[in-house]
């Protein structure tokens, strides 16, 4: 549907909000609702079904069609967004099912992580964390795949920090104010310094991921790798550059 139409659906919606006008709402956006959705898949890896993350999403979707104010000077799809995102990360909260030997086994690698780069001046490879800790290669592999759960708590925690959408243009994320240019700049340059911390393959996964927007299954392929290893990767990947971001981490879960 071209902008023109959605305007035109959202002023009779406006006049008359029937149940069937909010219902071609719903089917015109629900696009937007497995964007999202496969952008949280990525963290969830495979502890949480993609299908059931847009069930989950499209709760957002109709709350944020309901309390959507076009008066405001900001985009539906910004403000649907994040009631999508916050509906779905509502759920998994709910769900409770985050086990503390995951928590601890996180703890265990970045521990790893930091004794062998302060040891060795370099990145720490997997070889050199296993033995850190102790565990074959493929045990390590078994651990950074159950990390991709674990990614949720700075979802959470991101999404906290928010709190409820903000439907203005001075406080959504979408409009840029002037003393934020001086911000991007700084986050740029973290940006890159965390990249080099990174190998290939997962600075490959992260540049696909989130300037490319390729998903796990496109990115699996163009590596040559299967989706659980790609998934590895980018957990790895999130470890490192946790360190080097800061507080501009939530940048890579926004």
Known sequence: MKTVE????????????????REKIIIEYAPLVRVVAGRLSMYLGYNVEYEDLVSYGIFGLIDAIDKFDRGKDVKF????????????????RKMDWIPRTVRQKRKKIE?????IETKTGRNASDEEI????????????????????????????FVEQGGEPVM???????FIQPEESVQEEELKKVLMESLELLTEKEK???????YEDLTLKEISSILEVSESRVSQLHTKALLKMRKKMGN???ILID
């Open 6 to 21: 959605k305007e035109k659906l959202w002023e009779e919606y406006q006049k008359n909000p029937s149940a069937e006008l």
């Open 77 to 92: 799809e910004t403000y649907a967004s994040l009631r999508i995102r916050g509906s779905i990360l509502d759920q998994i």
């Open 111 to 115: 521990e790893a992580i930091k004794q």
């Open 130 to 157: 296993a033995q850190e800790l102790g565990i074959g290669e493929e045990e390590l592999n078994d651990w950074q795949t159950q990390l991709n759960v674990t990614n949720v708590i700075s979802l959470n925690e």
């Open 168 to 174: 203005d243009a001075k406080n959504n994320s979408h």
């Open 204 to 210: 490959k996964v992260i540049l696909l991921y989130y």
């Open 248 to 250: 501009y981490m939530g």
